[in-house]
């Protein structure tokens, strides 16, 4: 297998994912070359696509498993808000963080349950986001397609400036590229990442600016059409320049077929999304209606941005929303039938195991609420009783100055406050 080349992704996190990725990439386009004789990253995307959501599967199971507890939770969190709503004083709000520490602990589960899951499953997403965008870069035997005009590109006079003036006239989305750099196979990647981006009408450009590799360009071209092309569709295209072309040739069948790619990426993200479990908040609730409105605008996000996109992106969009609704109906006949009360003791017992691992027992736990409670129980007495105390003082003053004897210091007080009171009136 040949080394990840210089043009895959380097960021500190994303990157090494997207190369692990891109390895398992590699293969499944390597396996159907050799099994069947198939060389099509189309496909290709869409099957690496559905090996990796079933790959996740366990977490996207454990997110949900977490849900749907939270969704059991909800009515005691909010009775516990609702009961010191308004409260701002240090007590209340120690008493309410400890009652709710309390009804995740009655669950068995952690108020950051879901983060860790989302920790580890974005960051796979959004590298595996890299890896489809960017495909020679970590499949080799794509890559080898593109050398030999890569090649004869770097041996004409001047390339450099010539492959600047194309990048800008075709103006080619989504390619970083530096033409100034000296080093030969870094100008070679850059290469290979404007061929890897050309569209059918921009390899037509580029064979009248190095019109002395005809030749090969077209020969890369054919190679590149039996790569890029899945019913009918160049991937490297946008839906939208696909559209623009053909509706102007009349060809009303790949006008369709460019159309339905972003509509099927679409509705595929509206059905999983309605289909996913929700937690049982109240429809005023802040969080419920970001919620929503998030729900709302993801799948016109994605209709937006896979018109604009390569076809390959939306190819990569539209399989995983539909084996994620395709999971999401396993799991939601699964939930069916499951007893959540064996799910919550199975939670406690492993949250128990956690906490003995780290030194931390049930019976420090339970002390230290009691601990607290004390704390929040004698710091209410302290503050009543303080109020009474000052109370008292109050009064005894004002019996000793009405007791005050005549031409004292106190009965000429007295005779002042009768004053200003008189005079206030």
Request: with cysteine.
């Amino acid at each position: 297998m040949s080394e990840i080349v210089l043009t895959a992704y380097n960021g500190l996190i994303l990157g090494p994912i997207a190369k692990l990725l891109g390895v398992v990439m590699n293969l499944i386009y390597a396996a159907m070359s050799s099994l069947f004789g198939i060389e099509n990253i189309g496909l290709t995307i869409i099957i690496f696509t559905i090996l990796i959501y079933i790959c996740m599967f366990p977490l996207t199971y454990k997110q949900q498993k977490f849900a749907k507890v939270s969704s059991l939770m909800q009515p005691e969190i909010k009775a516990v808000q609702a009961k010191y709503q308004g409260k701002k004083d240090q007590a209340s709000m120690t008493a309410m963080q400890q009652e709710t520490t309390m009804i995740y602990d009655k669950y068995g589960v952690s108020p950051t349950g879901s983060c860790g899951y989302m920790l580890i499953s974005f960051p796979i997403l959004l590298a595996l986001y890299r890896v489809i965008y960017n495909v020679p870069a970590y499949v080799s035997s794509v890559k080898n397609v593109f050398l030999e005009l890569a090649n004869g590109i770097m041996g004409v006079d001047g390339y450099k400036d010539i492959m600047t003036e194309l990048v800008s006239e075709v103006n080619l989305s989504g390619v970083s590229v530096d033409f100034t750099a000296t080093d030969d196979g870094v100008i070679q990647n850059y290469i290979i990442d404007v061929l890897n981006k050309l569209s059918s009408s921009n390899w037509d450009t580029l064979s009248e600016k190095f019109s002395s590799l005809s030749s090969i360009i077209d020969t890369t071209q054919v190679e590149v059409s039996k790569m890029d092309y899945f019913l009918g569709l160049n991937i490297a295209d946008s839906p939208l320049s696909i559209i623009q072309s053909n509706w102007a040739n009349g060809s009303i069948y790949l006008t369709i077929a460019a159309a339905l790619v972003p509509i099927l990426s679409y509705l595929g993200q509206v059905l999983n999304m309605k289909m996913m479990p929700s937690s049982a908040t109240d429809g005023n609730d802040q969080m419920a209606r970001q919620m929503k409105t998030m729900n709302t605008m993801m799948p016109l996000m994605s209709l937006f941005f896979c018109f604009t996109l390569p076809v390959g992106v939306g190819l990569y969009w539209t399989a995983g929303a539909f084996i994620r609704t395709a999971q999401q109906y396993a799991l939601n006949r699964h939930w069916k039938n499951v007893d959540m009360d064996k799910i919550i003791e199975e939670n406690r017992e492993k949250l128990k195991k956690k906490r003995e691992k780290m030194g931390i027992s049930e019976n420090q736990i339970n002390n230290a609420a009691k601990l607290n409670t004390r704390r929040i129980e004698n710091g209410a007495k302290i503050s009543t009783n303080d109020s009474a105390s000052k109370e008292e003082q109050l009064q005894r003053a004002a019996d000793a100055r009405s007791k005050a004897k005549a031409g004292s210091l106190s009965a000429k007080a007295n005779l002042v406050k009768e004053f200003n009171e008189k005079n206030n009136k």
